[in-house]
């Protein structure tokens, strides 16, 4: 990708359309940002069905990284 262009994911190729998709369904674009099909208000203050940007799920952390970093708990 030329670093002078705009990198908007939902006009990438591969972007999925606004339409024949659940609500609540997710997709992650290659360069890692995340999107939920959801409704919401557009620029004109109508509700509508498209993709917006979400944050990406969180991943539990596993307990042995923190047995690993400060030890195991005392007292």
Known sequence: MDPTTIHVCLQT???PTD???????????????????????????????QWWPA??????RDGRVRGLLFGPRKG
């Open 13 to 15: 190729p591969g972007a």
């Open 19 to 49: 339409e024949g998709h659940e609500v609540g369904a997710r997709w992650v674009c290659g360069c890692g940002d995340t999107f939920v099909y959801r409704e919401g208000f557009n620029r004109a203050g109508y509700r509508t069905l």
């Open 55 to 60: 944050p990406a799920i969180p991943q539990p």
